[in-house]
T-cell receptor
Framework: NAGVTQTPKFRVLKTGQSMTLLCAQD?????MYWYRQDPGMGLRLIHY???????AKGEVPDGYNVSRLKKQNFLLGLESAAPSQTSVYFC?????????????FGDGTRLSIL | AQRVTQPEKLLSVFKGAPVELKCNYS??????LFWYVQYSRQRLQLLLR??SRESIKGFTADLNKGETSFHLKKPFAQEEDSAMYYC???????????FGAGTRLFVKA
């Protein structure tokens, strides 16, 4: 049981390049989330999804797009990478919303934009 | 505005000493608060939630609405407690979790 798997683990991009980060969960969770983690700022929510085919903006959505075509996958896209998007990206999932449903996190993707 | 503040970036204590990781929040509604922990080379994981009033690995946290705080406490720190700790607040509706900046706890032998 892998839980939440993020691909890739590391990546270096040049400014202006595009890429997609993949998050896959095998727990049949409805809710999925993408966060970015920057020094001194904790985790900030980029986008989230409450079910297959649905997405919503989080706290810092600009410059990112997401898709949830399949329940188990949540993709985060950078159309034109910028140095400000250098960060560690975490995906998480939960069965549903609410305090009784903790989020399960992936290992993170370290992304550097040159 | 909804906000979670962890004033200490780093907290260093000796093994066996009491430890308190501070967390203050700003939220207009009725808060639901959590502590998450990330041990070295492990994933971020839930440690405890205020609604459960539980003690996990000797840690407890009490919600103080008057002081808008949710400090994490342990009477006797162990070396294996060394980790990054995040306080988090779940907003109304339960869709968004707001994290603090985190406190790195270092327990010295």
């Amino acid at each position: 049981n892998a839980g939440v798997t993020q691909t890739p683990k590391f990546r270096v991009l040049k400014t202006g390049q595009s890429m997609t980060l993949l998050c896959a969960q095998d727990m049949n969770h409805e809710y999925m989330y993408w966060y970015r983690q920057d020094p001194g700022m904790g985790l900030r929510l980029i986008h989230y999804s409450v079910g297959e085919g649905t997405t919503a903006k989080g706290e810092v959505p600009d410059g990112y797009n997401v898709s949830r075509l399949k329940k188990q996958n949540f993709l985060l896209g950078l159309e034109s990478a910028a140095p400000s998007q250098t960060s560690v990206y975490f995906c998480a999932s939960s069965y549903s919303a609410g305090s009784n449903q903790p989020q399960h996190f992936g290992d993170g993707t370290r992304l550097s934009i040159l | 505005a909804q906000r979670v503040t962890q004033p200490e970036k780093l907290l260093s204590v000796f093994k066996g000493a009491p430890v308190e990781l501070k967390c203050n929040y700003s939220y207009s509604g009725s808060p639901e608060l959590f502590w998450y922990v990330q041990y070295s080379r492990q994933r971020l994981q839930l440690l405890l939630r205020h609604i459960s009033r539980e003690s996990i690995k000797g840690f407890t946290a009490d919600l103080n609405k008057g002081e808008t705080s949710f400090h994490l406490k342990k009477p006797f720190a162990q070396e294996e407690d060394s980790a990054m700790y995040y306080c988090a607040l779940l907003n109304t509706g339960g869709f968004k979790t707001i994290f603090g900046a985190g406190t790195r706890l270092f327990v010295k032998a």
